[in-house]
């Protein structure tokens, strides 16, 4: 197991590097950082002085390193709009992008998995149909619609919940029911999928050779073998919500930082834009290093094989 | 022979699974039965009723296959009347089942030690700690040496033949009196055929259970087997003891797949095996006649029209066709049993 982590850390330090240098490029080759900030009527000196005041003249892999050197040093720059500090801009959001994340892949989760499990068991029946049709509404209702129609609902009509903020937990419950909903429907799948799989296996009919209780057999033998693939899947799941809530964000209007990088984006704010895209690579790889261990640890095929 | 000494007895067991196509008469009639310490055979080709035949007693049928029987007993029990709960207390438990690929019988994800205790624990026998006392004891009969260190590896770390062992360790695990085992040796290379049917035998004679040998190798049956049952198209064809059968097999069908086997010194070398032309026929729908008549080289009009009974030549020993016991036997003596293949 130690091996396996230590191979997987390995692994996934140079998958950061790669992604620092392709995030890094990106924004280098959108267009002439200069002249963007310099403004629409500035001629070529003023384009120039703005170069070297932010040290874009110099040779791509000078900036890099002096980039990627005071990153590791935790300082990421400043704004260009508003002058604050990258860093604290993003600590100070990433709060409630990380809380309507977690609690919208729990809830994903928490409805997908034993109503997948519930499918698989009583394959064409009328609770199968039930929870294919509830993944069908899930995939098929654009949740930026389904948003709306909430607030609508629930917060103007029936006035039960507030519409936009971050500041109680009940703020996030509207995100949380639309996020939630949206990502059920993959996980849902998946497992029904993986349990209709493993209930045809050999092993499964061992262990109902030995007389072992149904419930027993159907979450102890085949749920083990099923949810490896929804771990994976959740990882990317939360990589996506962390990074993808942007609309969400903008709806509900949380404070998170979706939200930033839309406003960063619309402003040029190049040092926030490029921070958060980068972060949310990096986010990624710790996401998917944890689902590694996670199945390695479920899977000693993995582990030791 | 007092009831004390008969394990199972099937009579009329009929298995009918839906498909698309129709009704699938997988298994009709057949009628069974296993003492203890004794060795049942059952032959047949691929497709021919005996694995459902093993899961239907074992109650293990896939849910659109519907089970009939007139009688079905396990050590004096009815297992007609039981509910689903009360039979799977039996299972793993009074009667045991070792399945054909070891490779895909175990579950990847737990420990060997896992696996074989959890169904002593199932069934009440004992807590964890004797589970695995009883375990290793059973691991070290079936031959494994280092039984303890092998309780707490993962199957894929073990051989196929070892797998074995541990299935076999583990349908013993609470000593049922009744084991079927499923092609238990066509999935291993022949080398740990031979150890495996050795350890089954000798087993067989310490802990006295029931055993059903499915299989399709006939060297496999005459090694092990008291009595054989032939099955044909999900129907017995013929029944005796191993001696019966093999000396004088009566039911063209089993004289046909004895002439498959290679006999040193009596099998040519540039001769070709005898080998059964044909398949076997779908079993959707209304079935009447012989099943075999389409590949038999006896066949005639009446085989098509009734339904053919089972002769009874003396209790235990019978055959399906409508030939005389004796005009059988004249078959074989003329070597008309299957045309070879040239």
Not at chain 2, 133 to 159: C, F, M, N, T, W
Request: proline share 4%; net charge negative; aromatic share 6%.
């Amino acid at each position: 197991m130690l091996n396996f982590v230590i191979h997987r850390i390995y692994v996934s330090i140079l998958v950061a590097i790669t992604v620092s240098v392709i995030g890094f490029s990106l924004l280098r080759i959108s267009g002439d950082l200069a002249a963007e900030l310099a403004g629409e009527d500035a001629s070529t000196e003023e384009i120039a002085e703005v170069a070297k005041a932010y040290g874009l003249d110099r040779p791509f892999h000078v900036q890099y390193f002096d980039w990627a050197g005071k990153a590791l040093s935790g300082d990421l720059g400043r704004s260009l709009f508003t002058n604050e500090l990258v860093v604290e801009l993003i600590t100070d959001r990433i709060g409630v992008t990380f809380k309507l994340a977690i609690y919208s892949l729990i809830l994903g989760l928490l409805l997908a998995v034993p109503l997948g499990v519930l499918a698989s068991t009583r394959p064409n029946t009328w609770i199968d149909r039930m929870a294919l049709g509830l993944a069908v509404f899930g995939q098929a209702i654009p949740n930026f619609w389904l948003a709306l129609i909430m607030i609508l609902f629930f917060g103007v009509t029936l006035r039960w919940l507030p519409i936009s903020g971050s500041e109680t937990e009940w703020h996030f419950v509207m995100p949380t029911l639309t996020l939630g909903l949206t990502v059920m429907p993959q996980f849902m799948r998946l497992t029904r999928t993986g349990m209709l799989d493993v209930l045809d296996s050999d092993f499964i009919r061992t262990a109902r050779a030995k007389g072992l209780n149904p419930i027993r057999v159907l979450f102890k033998h085949a749920l083990r073998n099923a949810i490896l693939p929804v771990i994976s899947l959740a990882a990317v799941v939360f990589g996506f919500l962390l990074g993808g809530s942007v609309i969400m964000e903008s709806i509900f209007a949380l404070n998170g930082v979706g939200f930033l990088a839309f406003e960063s984006i619309q402003r040029q704010d190049f040092p926030v834009v490029q921070s958060i895209v980068v972060m949310l690579s990096f986010i990624y790889i710790l996401l998917t290093f944890l689902s590694d261990v996670i199945n390695a640890q479920l899977d000693p095929r993995i582990r030791l094989g | 022979m007092t009831d004390d000494s008969r394990v199972l007895e099937a009579k009329n067991l009929s298995v009918e699974i839906e498909v698309p196509a129709g009704i699938l008469h997988a298994v009709t009639n057949v009628t069974l039965h296993v003492d203890k310490g004794e060795t049942l055979g059952i032959v047949g080709e691929s497709g021919c009723g005996k694995s459902i035949t093993s899961l239907a007693i074992m109650n293990l049928l896939p849910s659109k296959a519907t089970r009939t029987a007139s009688k079905l007993q396990l050590e004096g029990k009815d297992l007609l009347s039981l509910s689903e709960r009360e039979l799977a207390s039996l299972r793993g438990n009074s009667m045991g089942m070792i399945f054909q690929d070891p490779m895909t019988s175990l579950n990847p994800v737990y420990r060997i030690g896992e696996q074989l205790e959890e169904v002593y624990i199932q069934h009440g026998k004992g807590n964890r700690k004797e589970a695995r006392e009883r375990a290793a004891y059973l691991l070290d009969k079936v031959g494994i040496i280092a039984p303890r260190e092998r309780l707490s590896q993962y199957p894929h770390q073990l051989s196929g033949g070892l797998r074995q062992r541990m299935m076999i360790a583990m349908t013993l695990m609470c000593e049922p009196s009744l084991v079927i085992a499923d092609e238990p040796t066509t999935a291993l290379d022949v080398t740990m055929q031979a150890q495996t049917l050795n350890l089954l035998s000798s087993l067989q004679d310490e802990f006295k259970m029931g055993l059903i040998l499915i299989t399709h190798d006939l060297g496999v049956v005459a090694r092990m087997a008291d009595r054989v049952l032939v099955m044909y198209a999900g129907k017995a064809v013929e029944t005796g003891t191993s001696q019966q059968v093999f000396d004088h097999p009566t039911h063209p069908y089993t004289q046909g797949l004895i002439q498959c086997i290679p006999v040193p010194g009596k099998t040519s070398n540039d001769g070709r095996l005898g080998s059964i032309k044909g398949m076997v026929p779908a079993l959707i729908g209304d079935l009447r006649g012989c099943m075999f008549r389409n590949r038999c080289a006896y066949v005639s009009e009446k085989c098509h029209a009734s339904e053919i009974q089972f002769n009874q030549i003396s209790p235990g020993r019978g055959y399906r066709c409508l030939l005389e016991a004796n005009e059988c036997a004249d078959n074989l003596e003329g070597n008309l049993g299957t045309e070879i293949v040239q």
